[in-house]
């Protein structure tokens, strides 16, 4: 892609440019939402993403809201990303395990999760009845926007499989885990 040559305006309408509508209030009745989840393809990483009335997907700027389900006996793929996560748990009982530090926490209804950028970690159901039913509040959508989505794979105690690491940042910034 050539090199293009930027523009200029003035400040003031530069302000004015972000000067939004106030949304409107938006519910998702449960019932509606139960019934699109029962009938819905179950992938690791999410069901069904909430969408506001134009059919976007980001519910405030920059976040997304979306159920993701873990079935009995199922797990996730331990992963890492550099969007952060904030899981309420609609239903149901599991594991969250960190994978570069194999701490684990058990998950039960109504417990709420915040799953920091770039931390290595996965879902387990290990019971034989019910879905880990969360619901997860990212700013996946803000990153991406930013082209700062990247994420990682296979990451299990310190050894990790990198599926696109030429474009991935350092796999652990925070000072509490080993880096890769």
Do not use: C
């Amino acid at each position: 892609m050539p090199v293009q040559t930027g523009r200029q305006f003035p400040y003031l309408e530069f302000r004015r440019r972000h000067v939004l509508e106030t949304p409107a209030p938006v519910v998702w009745p449960w019932e509606t939402l139960a019934g699109e989840l029962a009938a819905a393809e179950h992938s690791e990483y999410g069901t069904l993403t909430l969408a506001g009335p134009d059919g976007g997907h980001e519910i405030v700027p920059g976040t997304s809201m979306t159920f993701q389900s873990v079935r009995p006996g199922e797990r996730t793929t331990p992963h890492a990303h550099s969007w952060w996560h904030l899981y309420f748990v609609r239903s149901g009982s599991g594991v969250l395990v960190l994978d570069e530090t194999d701490e684990t926490a058990e998950l039960s209804d109504g417990d709420v999760l915040l799953i920091p950028a770039w931390w290595a970690h996965h879902f387990e159901n290990r019971g034989t009845e019910g879905d880990l039913l969360l619901l997860n509040m990212s700013n996946l959508p803000q990153q991406a926007a930013l082209h700062n989505k990247f994420s990682r794979e296979g990451i299990r105690a310190g050894r990790t499989t990198v599926e696109g690491a030429a474009a991935a940042p350092p796999l652990s910034p925070h000072p509490q885990v080993s880096g890769a």
